[in-house]
């Protein structure tokens, strides 16, 4: 396999074989499957049986959007209301069965409301209907007077504006992705020409990607959202762009070891791709608990992430190495590595890092718990759950008409709950409706078309995501379902807002028990330990409470963003603990290897001494472009990237660098334990003569690169 990707002809082969999968999965891509009206319900829940049972009624499914019509500082004028008859009228032409309730004028005479039925044919449907409602209430034929503001508001248009932050995402989350990348790989080379090769591939692959997300849909059976493609393709960009890092340093140690450039990268992917393999397997397995998610957009979320990192490590193990030995030595220029010059790793700043964690071990991880802990007290007073008026991060349309609907109509939510029950039982079931906590209003009964059914909306004085909604919709749960023979169903915007948290908090409790145990069997089967598995996964998940402490405060008192939403821990741990393993196994297998040699402690060291400079160039990277995911107005995006980045960081910066350096100094071959590493060295190398030699090319005295340093394991190597 090596030979057919670094021979000349093999090289070659591979790239068009490459090329040639790319045009064709370019051609075959299905079409995204039609949108549902229960797309993003979790399954089995009431609000998903009361939006499959709405069919059966003769208004079908439905969702209202609320105009809002609004004079400030003074109440409407007669030229006003002619103007809101005038929209009313425009509105009939988009409205379900042309029906338009009557204006409701508002307590303080300066607003009034008009609520318009929408067919509810899926997302893509409600989203091309509330785009024709707002521009028919504000077309020319309306002749709104000055001073007049026209809002739509309500469930559907929410549903719109959240699709409408993802029109254009795709470019511009590429772009700006791309952008990130490409100058931090021009800083990471310091060479004009070099950045342009992984860049390339890695693009190609994120392409790819994207073209095969539909065949993912097609099996799910519910679209690749914004949200969903958005992630993957950062995470394609952040996976492939790793890979891309440590195979390349590998290769440019090896260079300077080996006359024959195809030779070079011969000996660099029998030592790094074991690494990379191992670490990529890692990510795609933990993505793929996800498949035990009861949120199908988690499940579908978690077959296209790892999809995406199986494509990045196949271009990076495959399409990468074929197209860097199709160029000369030159593409390193100006920084040429030279077979028989100097690894400038045994005597740089990381080796001097290297020498003062040998020197103080207890010291620093002592400092490094202290920090990780202060930064976890930020957990304290964190807030989970996001209204709905609170999920952009820009103003929309939407969030300001709810904000005018709450300052005129106050004890009126933006979005009903729909109630559904056996038509024998309609009547109690209304007036225990009636009598539940935070319900301002309860409409007239409809029948369905068999006559079997009943259903009906509630008004309630919450928004949708609050607790005062929650807590209105828990009641008319407990008080209906206490009617005999009802069977009652209570559903609508808010209480699948609660039913998608409740199903959240499910998956975390599910999934985060498999992440762990999934992270930890690689771990022990790359390893061959028990204890060195053990303390790199406590290490990731003490990484991960920091950074979402430290994340916290971030949202809290520099974005201005009060809550987390309920989706955002249970992502932001999967990509942590996954991405932030990987770091851990790039190093502790160079930290193996060497101390197969030289024993535990200087093992460590000259591992940390070695890779330190690739993995903290692939960790700020890998946070950065996490970190795009805040172009994005949603706020969800924002708060993942953030989360990520900022734990990207730690665990490169903190983690691998002092935390797990520092336990295997003070645990020595231990660190290892069942396997006694100490019997697997050659004969007569002890520790102390070890540790001695770690010590010496720590401090920077090493005289010049040594040939087997580096040369024969799975880990990942060079310097930067």
């Known amino acids: ?223 690749t959202e914004g949200q969903v493609s958005g992630i993957v393709s950062v995470l394609v960009f952040g996976a492939g762009t790793d890979y891309a890092l440590l195979l390349i340093a590998r290769y440019r140690e090896e260079l300077r070891h080996n006359d024959d450039r195809r030779a070079a990268m011969a000996a660099a992917l029998r030592g790094a791709a074991p690494a990379i393999i191992g670490s990529a397997t890692t990510v795609v397995l933990a993505l793929l608990t996800l498949l035990f998610a009861v949120l199908t957009t988690n499940r579908t979320l978690g077959a296209a992430a790892a999809l995406g990192v199986v494509v990045a490590l196949v271009f990076g193990l495959v399409v990468l190495p ?81 904000e005018s609907l709450a300052r005129h109509y106050p004890g009126q939510a933006a979005q009903p709950v729909t109630v559904i029950v056996n038509a024998a039982a309609a009547e109690p079931a209304v007036a225990a409706a009636r009598q539940a906590e935070g319900v301002a209003r309860v409409g007239e009964p409809e029948r369905s078309d068999d006559g079997t059914l009943v259903t009906f909306d509630v008004s309630i004085t919450g928004d949708s995501g609050t607790a005062t909604a929650d807590r209105t919709v828990k009641d008319l749960r407990a008080r209906l379902g206490a009617l005999a023979g009802a069977g009652a169903l209570v559903g609508g915007d808010p209480a699948a807002d609660l039913d998608g948290r409740d199903a959240n908090l499910r998956d975390d409790y599910v999934v985060v028990p498999l992440v762990l145990a999934v992270v930890l069997l690689v771990l022990v089967l790359l390893l061959r330990s028990l204890v060195a598995p053990l303390l790199l996964l406590f290490t990731v998940v003490v990484s991960f409470a920091a950074s979402l402490g430290a994340a916290s405060l971030v949202l809290r008192y520099v974005l ?34 060497e101390a197969l040699a030289h024993g535990t402690r200087a093992g460590m060291v000259r591992a940390l001494a070695t890779t330190g400079g690739v993995i903290t160039s692939a960790g700020i990277l890998l946070a950065a472009v996490f970190a795009v995911l805040g172009v994005l107005p949603v706020i969800v995006l924002t708060q993942i990237g953030v989360i990520v980045g900022i734990g990207v960081v730690l665990d490169t910066l903190i983690v691998r660098t002092i935390v797990v350096p520092a336990l295997a100094l003070l645990l020595g071959d231990r660190f290892w334990w069942p396997v006694r590493i100490g019997d697997h060295r050659p004969e007569g190398r002890h520790e102390a003569e070890a540790s001695a030699a770690g010590r010496h090319e720590a401090e920077g005295r090493h005289e010049g690169p040594e040939p087997s340093a580096g040369r024969h394991l799975e880990g990942v190597g060079g310097e930067q």
């Open 1 to 223: 396999m090596t030979k057919a990707i670094t021979g000349r002809l093999g090289a070659i082969l591979v790239l068009l074989v490459a090329l040639g999968l790319t045009a064709l999965a370019f051609v075959t891509s299905p079409e995204q499957p039609a949108a549902q009206a229960t797309d993003g319900l979790p399954a089995g829940k009431q609000s998903t049986r009361v939006t499959e049972l709405e069919d059966r009624f003769p208004s079908g499914r439905t969702q209202t959007a609320l105009v809002v019509f609004e004079r400030t500082g003074g109440p409407l004028t007669d030229e006003d209301q002619q103007a809101v008859g005038r929209a009313r009228d425009a509105a009939a032409a988009v409205a379900l069965g042309g029906r338009v309730a009557p204006p409701q004028p508002s307590d303080d005479k300066q607003a009034t409301l008009v609520a318009v039925p929408l067919a509810d044919g899926g997302a893509a449907d409600v989203a091309d209907e509330v785009q024709k409602l707002r521009a028919a209430v504000t077309g020319d034929a309306v002749r709104r007077p000055d001073g007049l503001t026209v809002l739509v508001t309500g469930g559907p248009a929410f549903a719109r504006d959240i699709s409408a932050a993802f029109e254009g995402a795709d470019v511009t989350l590429l772009a700006a992705t791309a952008i990130v990348v490409a100058v931090l790989l021009l800083v990471t080379y310091r060479s004009p020409i070099l950045w342009l090769v992984p860049l390339a591939v890695i693009g190609t692959a994120d392409q790819v990607v994207a073209k095969l997300l539909p065949w993912v849909a097609k099996v799910a059976g519910q679209p």
């Open 322 to 402: 074929a197209a860097l030995v199709c160029l000369p030595r030159g593409v390193f220029w100006p920084f040429v590595p030279r077979a028989g010059s100097d690894d400038p790793a045994h005597a740089g700043f990381w080796s001097r890092v290297a020498g003062g964690v040998q020197r103080r071990p207890r010291i620093v991880l002592g400092a490094a718990v202290v920090l990780l802990a202060a930064l976890a007290a930020g957990l304290a007073g964190t807030k989970l759950g996001l209204s709905q008026n609170e999920q952009f991060r820009t103003k929309v349309e939407s969030v300001t008409g709810a």
């Open 560 to 593: 201005d963003i009060p809550a987390i939403g309920t989706a955002v821990p249970l992502l932001a741990f999967l990509f942590l603990v996954a991405l932030g393993v990987d770091y851990n196994i790039f190093l502790a297998t160079r930290a193996r290897e």
